[in-house]
């Protein structure tokens, strides 16, 4: 009898390169790097999704705030780019997401950081920040002392759903 | 026009089946599928509205969008064009092109709204003023200037600088008057514009950091400080040219801080720091608000009392792929 495809998926699944992170702050940046040059002003230990289908899979094991970009235009469509799809196509990553910050430009209009808010609704949790491109030095010193923050073990008791 | 403009001197036949550069494919796929066209856009709408405002007021208003007109001009005819023979992939050639196009729609929708609002005279008039106003001589001048000089990463810091800086005198004007429920469709159409320009922006400010890749230290440096003085000097003439319109309507200070503001989006799509603090990018909340509708929420959870707690309200949720 072949495997079910259930069977083929958790074959498929457990065989795929995996690489595990328990970072609080997983990014996804694109060739244009912007908003990797924002977290790498933040100065803070971070995970970065896979660009390409080749590379490891990125897994959480630890809660985390995702920053992501919106690219805009196209009336808000494909706002969410397949790699961070993916990424939270895992469990854990949803499990483990406590927040969404956000990057774009508000020439998008209304689709000014739209990915994070999509992001933020479907999994339950706040949009913590959004900023412009690869944020001015005023976005990268309130981002870095909202998270300080944030993660202090008096402010997670709030928070925790 | 006395200068040649160079051409492209290698042609290859294009293939979209091997590309070296995704940004190219993903910013052509933007691009088509934001396109538009003025005459889908219900100006007539306006003309009561239009009615409403005073002559000084209807004056600025015919004046900035002449103003925008020409630097449109310009971005479609030369300024696009002149960054085809430079590009590193045949796919940017063609995403240059598309973006010339848009320009040369751009620059057409301005009349569009003349023609629905004002009387011949009237746009006879505006134009002429703008083939004599000073400063906006000046800056179509040294836009122009790169574009016909021999450096390619200049003409692309020139291109950004216009994209992503130049044109925000003039789009601060109908964001006014959105924020005031005045020439509001109109406001619609200059928001696909500043849609536009922000891909336009981004996409030549990413090839130029792609052009900076493996030069020398010095080279970059000679680059970095060329883009903070020509920044210098546009914003210089911006000051003026932004007196100059909108004294009389009392709106000057608010341009200069949504000049500032946008100074520093212009520098960061070419990768380099913004240079104004946010004490002077503190733009009124009403036209960042007609900017975009949706800014002015609450997302800066960091600093709330905590009552902030905002769930992302999302317009709905349509992407592909997306249960899980």
Known sequence: ?????????????????LV??????????????????????????????PLHAHEPKLITTAPYILLIPTY??????????????KFLGYEENRKNLRGVIGAGNT??????????????????????????????????????????????????KQQKP | MSEKIQLTNKVEAINWNRIQDEKDVEVWNRLVNNFWLPEKVPLSNDIQSWATLTEDEKLLTMRVFTGLTLLDTLQGTVGAVSLIPDAITPHEEAVYTNIAFMESVHAKSYSSIFSTLASTKEI???????????????????????????????RKIASTLLESFLFYSGFYLPMHWSSHAKLTNTADLIRLIIRDEAVHGYYIGYKFQKGLEGLSEERKQELKDYTFELMFELYENEVQYTHDLYDPVGLSEDVKKFLHYNANKALMNLGYEAMFPATVTDVSPAILSALSPNADENHDFFSGSGSSYVIGKAVNTEDEDWDF
């Open chain 1, 1 to 17: 009898m072949p495997p079910t495809a259930l069977a083929d998926r958790q074959y498929a699944e457990a065989h795929e390169p």
């Open chain 1, 20 to 49: 595990f992170t328990d970072s609080k702050l997983v990014f996804f940046s694109s060739v244009s790097e912007n908003t990797a040059r924002f977290v790498e002003k933040l100065q803070m230990d971070s995970a970065r999704i």
């Open chain 1, 72 to 85: 805009g235009g196209e009336r808000g469509k494909r706002s969410i780019l397949p790699q961070i799809m």
């Open chain 1, 107 to 156: 020439n998008f209009g209304e689709f000014y950081c739209i990915a994070a808010k999509r992001i933020a609704e479907k999994c339950n949790v706040p949009v913590l920040y959004t900023f412009e491109l690869m944020g001015t030095p005023e976005d990268v010193l309130r981002v870095r002392e909202g998270l300080e923050t944030f993660w202090t073990p008096a402010s997670q």
């Open chain 2, 124 to 154: 006879d008039e505006a134009f002429r003023w703008s083939t004599e106003n000073v400063n906006l001589q000046k800056k179509a001048q040294i836009i122009e200037s790169y574009y016909h000089g021999e450096d390619p990463l200049k």
